[in-house]
């Protein structure tokens, strides 16, 4: 007589978007699951809030536009230093007695 397979049955989801500290390393996929699906997912340490984990496009939209960058070359050739004197004098070193 065979027995019927157990399931693991997984204790339900904290309340709410909090999480104990314990319970988020113990869970962690599914905190992450449950950021990018529910929204963002709180984290407390001593029952106090923590951190916060967040689906990475809510990060995107809560940042500011990264500015576009440009070449070193075509910075450099917009500063304007073309007239600027960077010769220098022929230098042999210093004679050093020995």
């Known amino acids: ?5 157990k399931q693991q049955v997984e204790p339900p989801a904290p309340a709410g978007a909090t999480w104990r500290l ?12 449950r950021a990018r699906t529910d929204g963002p997912q709180r984290v407390t340490v001593r ?8 689906a990475v496009e809510e990060l995107a939209r809560l940042l500011p536009p990264a500015a576009p960058q440009q070449p070193l070359v075509a910075f450099l050739q917009e500063l304007g230093l073309g007239d600027v004197g960077v010769e220098r004098e022929r230098d042999l070193g210093r ?4």
């Open 47 to 54: 029952g106090q809030d923590a951190v916060v984990v967040i």
């Open 95 to 98: 004679d050093v007695a020995l």
């Open 22 to 33: 314990e319970e988020a390393k113990a869970r962690f996929s599914e905190v992450v699951r």
């Open 1 to 5: 007589m065979s027995h019927p397979a």
